[in-house]
């Protein structure tokens, strides 16, 4: 349900509010959406569009929120937490059912080496501002650039 231009998910309530600074598109705010929608945990969802009107995430207000300029970020109550994996680790520690991770080390050990070969293996290279550079510096050829080490990528996580 929407409430003044927010979007209210999930159906725990919890102690502080929750706000989801996200973006529709991306793939690291997917993450932490799934993962507040697994453990089926109510938050507000703040839409912050990263191509329009030259993308909210560059305006002061969101730089107050997210000095790096990115998405997601989880504002509870006063605190703000930002990436995806520190996001998801905090809500698996808060909220511990039902589980992101499975119980065993080993099996734990290997789906956080999967975590992280996507997180900074391959997620940064098709982050939209990576391409934007790289399309303004090498004349349009910033997806074409990154598709090779994201294929890469790819095959790693395929053997894991």
């Not at 453990?39 to 009107?53: F, G």
């Not at 511990?96 to 992280?116: H, N, Q, T, W």
Request: some cysteine; proline content about 6%; hydrophobic content about 40%.
């Amino acid at each position: 349900r929407r409430v003044h231009g927010e979007i209210i998910l999930g159906e725990k309530m919890q102690a502080s509010e929750l706000i989801l600074y996200s973006y529709f598109r991306s793939s690291a705010s997917w993450r932490v959406r799934i993962a507040l929608n697994l453990k089926k945990v109510t938050y507000k969802y703040m839409p912050i569009h990263l191509v329009k009107d030259g993308g909210a995430q560059r305006k002061e207000d969101y730089i107050k929120i997210n000095p790096m300029k990115h998405v997601p970020a989880l504002a509870i109550g006063d605190q703000i937490l930002i990436e995806s994996m520190p996001i998801c680790e905090y809500l698996e520690e808060t909220y511990p059912e039902p589980g992101l991770l499975p119980k065993d080390p080993i099996r734990k050990a290997r789906v956080r080496a999967f975590c992280e070969m996507v997180n900074s293996g391959m997620q940064p290279l098709q982050n939209l501002k990576v391409l934007q550079r790289i399309e303004s510096e090498y004349h349009g050829k910033g997806a074409e650039w990154a598709k090779p080490w994201i294929a890469d990528g790819l095959r790693g996580t395929y053997r894991l």
